[in-house]
C-alpha cells in the first residue's frame, strides 16, 4: 500500500484544482537513468479495471498499474521545500540504491 503526508495531499490537492480536472495522479516506475528505475507521476482522468487504487481524500486517488506496484509497495509520497527546491520525495522502503543525481533507483 502507498501512503501520502498531508503536505503531499495539500500539493496533489493544489495540482488537480490548478488543472481544473482529474481525479488524482498516478504513480508509475519505468526503467531509466543510471540506476535503473524511475518515477513516473501523471494526472489520473480514468482509472483502468487493472489499477491498483488508493483514495487519499474524497474526491482524490492514486493509481498504480500492477507492474509497478512491486516497486511501489510500502511507498511514502512526501512533499518537501528545501531552501529554493521543492518537490516530491519518494521514501520506498523497497529501494536498494539511487544514483548520485538522485533520479532513478533499483530494488
Do not use: W
Not at 500539493?11 to 495522479?25: D, N, P, W
Not at 487519499?56 to 510500502?74: F, M, W
Not at 519518494?90 to 533520479?103: H, I, K, L, W
Amino acid at each position: 500500500m502507498i501512503t501520502v503526508t498531508d503536505k503531499a495531499l495539500k500539493r496533489i490537492e493544489h495540482m488537480v484544482e490548478q488543472r481544473g480536472s482529474g481525479l488524482g495522479i498516478r504513480i508509475a516506475v519505468k526503467t531509466t537513468g543510471c540506476s535503473g528505475l524511475a518515477y513516473v507521476l501523471e494526472y489520473l482522468d480514468t482509472v483502468e479495471d487493472v489499477d491498483i487504487v488508493t483514495q487519499i481524500a474524497d474526491n482524490l486517488s492514486i493509481a498504480i498499474d500492477p507492474k509497478s506496484i512491486v516497486y511501489l509497495d510500502g511507498l511514502e509520497v512526501d512533499y518537501v521545500r528545501e531552501g529554493l527546491n521543492e518537490g516530491f520525495q519518494f521514501n520506498n522502503p523497497n529501494v536498494r540504491s539511487e544514483c548520485g543525481c538522485g533520479e532513478s533507483f533499483n530494488v
